[in-house]
């Protein structure tokens, strides 16, 4: 299909769309050119719910949208001339609406002002009470909710889980104060992961690590071999140029992560000198190439020295500075080499566990402590909203709310820009939102999103 036949369908008002495309490929004039669309096919405008992740894109799209409304509206930009079109053909509608004086009945919002809103038209569904206001710095409330967490020290039944997190850092409070206030800022990811699974499973804990490292390592070896391919190099030559690098470095008695190329681990089947496989047990030789190619800082390396195993004058160290300028463009698999390289292994030790249990004991003591801190300042943040907007529309289980109801009823077609499908709240936001929906009834769901 043509770029052309492309974008014709995204901005058909008939069909649900799913729009992948990286930055500066006109997403947004995409976007827009679909609200103009949809409004052309709604009786009133709210019917129409738009949702973006800023302000300052929400205030783009309304002002842009806006824009193409106003009488007389003309444009030279050939990229703007279809949505101009599609303006030009609702001038009756638009008059109607009174847009020009009430541009707030075009719903455009950012996630978080939605869930703001929901949470204050049911605030005895959302289980908020009185709706606080966004909190301006979020960070203060997490800060002050932690050290009342870690004043918890003398007859709490937390004393334990926090004197073993004290010592796990050397009983440096204010990491732990750090690391709390960091995770409390995140704390929708780990209250659903702990909502889903119950209370923590060391076994299930360590097949999720084992699932995300190997795919962290298929995704690095994928690149490495396309890369070779790339460059006409095989792996043997990489091969033989690592191998004389750690056993230099060994021969010299030179400590570097490179000599971990030449170890093998006895239940590993694999050759000890093969380029490594995306197996959790290579780690160190997938360390050992991180550290020949990258720098610290993750970029390509320009040269290399007796330091990463090759002895000046050689024609191993030639060569390899002939690859290293080969490789120096290719950013994806120098992004991959370093993450694997900073990969943990796919297991906890029995004290590492119980510092991970107390860390578990300690964050929900942190987040219903971080509760009573908004009730008394009269704020929130997003996380609160959120949760506060979903229980407010109900579920299949306990019954959907009249908003939820209201709402299904309402609003026909829903826009997401910059979706991202690994924000569960988002996810779960929308799944509630369409959940009456029906093939065919003439509802759509648009999102707009970089795979990246």
Not at 102 to 108: G, H, K, S, V, Y
């Amino acid at each position: 299909m043509s770029d052309r036949a492309q974008r014709l369908a995204a901005v058909d008002p008939g069909r649900s769309v799913i729009v992948q495309a990286p930055a500066g490929s006109g997403k947004t004039t995409l976007l827009v050119e679909r609200y103009l669309a949809l409004l052309g096919v709604v009786e009133e405008p709210e019917e129409i719910l738009a949702i973006t992740f800023t302000r300052k894109a929400a205030a783009e799209m309304r002002e842009r949208v806006l824009r193409f409304l106003e009488p007389g509206f003309f444009t030279d930009e050939p990229h703007e001339r279809a949505a101009a079109e599609k303006a030009r053909a609702i001038t009756d509608k638009v008059e109607r609406w009174n847009l020009a004086a009430n541009p707030q009945r075009l719903m455009i919002r950012t996630i978080d002002s939605f869930s703001h809103y929901l949470a204050r038209t049911m605030p005895v569904a959302s289980r908020l009470g009185p709706v606080p206001q966004p909190a301006d710095d979020t960070g203060a409330l997490y800060r002050r909710a932690a050290r009342r967490v870690l004043e918890a020290l003398e007859g709490d039944p937390l004393s334990e889980d926090l004197e073993r997190l004290l010592m796990w850092r050397d009983h440096r409070t204010q990491d732990i104060e750090d690391l709390l206030v960091s995770l409390l800022a995140k704390r929708e990811q780990w209250l659903r992961a702990l909502g889903v699974t119950g209370r923590p499973d060391r076994r299930a804990f360590e097949q999720v690590l084992l699932t995300v490292v190997t795919e962290a390592l298929v995704d690095a070896r994928a690149s490495l071999d396309g890369a070779l391919a790339a460059i006409r190099t095989t792996e043997d030559e990489i091969t033989h140029l690592m191998q004389f690098a750690a056993d230099t470095l060994a021969d010299r008695a030179r400590e570097s992560d490179i000599r971990k190329f030449g170890e093998r681990h006895d239940d590993c089947h694999e050759n000890h000198g093969d380029l490594p496989a995306a197996d959790p047990d290579r780690l160190p030789q997938w360390q050992a190439l991180a550290e020949a190619f990258l720098t610290k800082t993750g970029t390509w390396r320009k040269s290399v020295s007796i330091t990463t195993g090759f002895p000046p004058k050689t024609a191993q160290k030639a060569r390899f500075e002939e690859l290293l300028v080969s490789l120096a463009g290719n950013r994806a698999l120098a992004e991959k080499l370093q993450r694997a390289r900073g990969l943990p292994e796919p297991g906890y030790s029995d004290e590492e566990w119980r510092a991970l249990e107390s860390l578990i004991r300690v964050l929900e003591r942190s987040a219903g402590e971080l509760e009573l801190v908004f009730a008394e300042a009269g704020q929130t943040d997003f996380t609160g909203l959120s949760r506060a907007a979903l229980q407010g529309l109900g579920d299949e289980d306990s019954g959907f709310t009249d908003l939820g109801l209201y709402l299904d009823n309402r609003i026909s077609h829903i826009l997401v820009d910059e979706y991202q499908d690994t924000n569960w709240a988002q996810f779960h936001l929308l799944e509630k939102l369409t959940h009456g929906w029906q093939p065919g009834d003439g509802r759509t769901l648009f999102a707009v999103g970089d795979p990246m």
